[in-house]
């Protein structure tokens, strides 16, 4: 994350994201302005919970490590900023899919 010292340990299910941001120039040379730009849906793992508890209290792992790239749900999650730069904090439920490159 951030060089000072901030970090965020994420609880249960939970995971930070840092959002990518797409192309901001399109390929005939049109800049889209940022009123217009969709809401990125997808991001980079930085940050995962140690999962949710089952009815017997055992933690049941989650399917995304630190580092994954994820496609997650337009306008889901909790968007904040640490040290300027703007992260998503979201449930694992929120995620769609992993990007495989």
Avoid: F
């Amino acid at each position: 994350m951030a060089d000072t010292g901030t970090r965020l340990e994420p609880l249960n299910d939970r995971l930070v994201i840092k959002p990518l941001h797409q192309e901001q120039v399109l390929s005939s040379g049109i800049v889209i302005p940022d009123s217009a730009k969709e809401k990125p849906q997808q991001g980079e793992v930085i940050a995962i919970g140690p999962g949710k508890r089952d009815d017997e209290g055992k933690r049941i792992t989650m399917d995304i490590v630190i580092g994954d790239r994820i496609l997650y749900k337009k306008y889901t999650g909790q968007e904040i900023q640490i040290d300027n730069e703007d992260l998503i904090v979201l449930e694992e439920r929120e995620v769609l899919a992993k990007v495989v490159v």
